[in-house]
């Protein structure tokens, strides 16, 4: 996920394309279990997760801010 920024101060929120649920969820599976077999933390999940809650409030407060 990305933020572009366009002409006359607008903004787009780029996302790309779904891999699905279901194997979405494999992967997050294996990446946990990897983790558990090789004893180690969960790498950059905090820093990530973070990171998408920052991307969604600055959006917020994007688009709740007046207009001037």
Do not use: C, W
Not at 26 to 43: F, K, Q, Y
């Amino acid at each position: 996920i990305r933020i572009e920024r366009a002409n006359q101060g607008s903004i787009a929120i780029v996302v790309p394309p779904s891999v699905g649920h279901e194997a979405h969820f494999a992967i997050v599976l294996d990446d946990m279990l990897r983790a558990i077999d090789e004893g180690a933390g969960p790498g950059n999940v905090a820093a990530q997760t973070l990171a998408k809650y920052a991307l969604l409030a600055e959006v917020g407060a994007a688009v709740s801010a007046p207009s001037a």
